[in-house]
């Protein structure tokens, strides 16, 4: 099975300086490589890491400029949104996708190519929770975040 893992515009994969979700799918990358399955991880582009790779574990990575994370959180949202926007023409057709970017659902025009589509949610705002309503999958960080998604 291939899945893609499509990351943030702000944090490099593998993390460089902490980033508790990078860490999070970093183990998980690893441990569907272990058990098989075609793993492409879509992250941004940091100085020192190649644009595309297969690293030791199996991964294939492919990276792209992204935004540094800003104070402004209007800014980052828009960044976000730019973010989408460019990762459209870099996603490969899979079995499952799984989104961790704030609009992920701007991706949606084509489920087929994507396969099964998968997003976690965390702190994210309510008007925009109901956009999710497409994906196959949504994961939560907490069971208050769960049941506002349910609502």
Same mark, same amino acid.
């Given at each position: 099975?291939?899945?893609?893992?499509?990351?943030?515009?702000?944090?490099?994969?593998?993390?460089?300086?902490?980033?508790?979700?990078?860490?999070?799918?970093?183990?998980?990358?690893?441990?569907?490589?272990?058990?098989?399955?075609?793993?492409?991880?879509?992250?941004?582009?940091?100085?020192?890491?190649?644009?595309?790779?297969?690293?030791?574990?199996?991964?294939?990575?492919?990276?792209?400029?992204?935004?540094?994370?800003?104070?402004?959180?209007?800014?980052?949202?828009?960044?976000?949104?730019?973010?989408? =926007? #460019?990762? @459209?023409? +870099?996603?490969?057709?899979?079995? *499952?996708?799984?989104?961790?970017?704030?609009?992920?659902? /701007?991706?949606?025009?084509?489920?087929?190519?994507?396969?099964?589509?998968?997003?976690?949610?965390?702190?994210?705002?309510? =008007? #925009?929770? @109901?956009? +999710?309503?497409?994906?196959?999958? *949504?994961?939560?960080?907490?069971?208050?975040?769960?049941? /506002?998604?349910?609502?």
């Amino acid at each position: 099975m291939k899945i893609n893992i499509v990351l943030g515009h702000a944090v490099p994969f593998p993390p460089t300086k902490g980033g508790g979700i990078e860490n999070l799918y970093h183990l998980l990358s690893k441990e569907f490589v272990r058990k098989g399955h075609e793993v492409v991880i879509y992250s941004r582009y940091d100085e020192g890491l190649k644009r595309d790779e297969i690293d030791e574990f199996g991964r294939r990575h492919v990276r792209v400029d992204g935004y540094d994370w800003k104070s402004n959180n209007i800014q980052n949202a828009l960044d976000s949104f730019k973010w989408c =926007w #460019k990762l @459209k023409q +870099y996603i490969e057709k899979a079995d *499952v996708t799984l989104f961790n970017t704030l609009f992920s659902f /701007l991706l949606l025009d084509n489920k087929k190519k994507y396969g099964s589509l998968i997003s976690t949610i965390h702190r994210t705002p309510n =008007w #925009k929770v @109901k956009l +999710y309503k497409n994906f196959d999958r *949504v994961y939560g960080g907490s069971k208050a975040v769960i049941d /506002l998604a349910k609502e």
